[in-house]
């Protein structure tokens, strides 16, 4: 079945650092790939999305670019703030027509001022 | 509008014990899903309903939880009886239209059982 894998963390940087997290997935058909975002306490957000090959989503400075040759739709910000600190998860749309999220484990993020 | 509802935020309960978990979708919205995140685990989706019908539930774990969608704006999940590894942040989300629409989360209701 449709799968998403995701770098383990925690990820640790200094602010205005850049940010690279990487998301890979295996699909049968042809998914739309999405990035939540999880601060403490709270539920996800949508951060970003892409729906077919090419497509670059992009939201608060982050960006992601659907790439169907690699299979890939990594999450980069030039440069991060300690407010972006939080748990970033990557999902696609399953593919089988039920529409329902597949999500990855989930990366955590940590920024120092 | 206010967004995905769910209650309690908190519960805490000895094992044993009947749980109710309860979730108000976004108005409007025609999907409804529940979700379970642990450490150990992650982020797995038990059950997803369509227009209250339910859809897909091969992530339910046992016969323990059960889910119900009487009408469009209330969902319950329930777990009886509960046991420690129960315990959880449970997250219901709810949907407007297909899958290229954004699920909407709400803020979750951790559960404890002792």
């Known amino acids: 079945g449709d799968s998403v894998t995701q770098m383990e963390g925690p990820v640790t940087l200094s602010e205005e650092a850049f940010l690279t997290i990487n998301c890979t997935y295996t699909?049968?058909?042809?998914?739309?790939l999405f990035w939540y975002v999880q601060y403490p306490g709270e539920g996800l957000q949508l951060l970003l999305k892409?729906?077919?090959?090419?497509d670059k989503g992009s939201n608060k400075g982050f960006e992601a670019t659907y790439r169907k040759e690699t299979t890939s739709f990594h999450l980069e910000k030039g440069s991060v703030q300690v407010s972006d600190s939080a748990v970033y998860f990557c999902a696609l749309s399953d593919s089988s027509g039920t529409y329902k999220y597949i999500f990855g484990t989930g990366t955590r993020l940590k920024v120092l001022a | 509008d206010a967004g995905v509802i769910q209650s309690p935020r908190h519960e805490v309960t000895e094992m044993g014990q009947e749980v109710t978990l309860r979730c108000k979708p976004i108005s409007g919205h025609n999907s409804l899903f529940w979700y379970r995140q642990t450490m150990m685990r992650g982020l797995e989706l038990l059950i997803y309903f369509n227009n209250n019908v339910p859809i897909d539930d091969s992530g339910m774990p046992e016969d323990r939880f059960s889910a119900k969608m009487p009408n469009a704006s209330f969902s319950t999940l329930k777990i009886q009886p509960s046991e420690p590894r129960d315990s959880a942040v449970y997250f219901c989300?709810?949907?407007?239209?297909?899958?290229?629409?954004?699920?909407?989360f709400g803020p979750g209701t951790r559960l404890t059982v002792l």
């Open positions: 989300a709810s949907r407007l239209g297909g899958g290229l629409d954004e699920q909407f």
């Open positions: 892409a729906t077919k090959a090419d």
């Open positions: 699909a049968t058909g042809y998914p739309s």
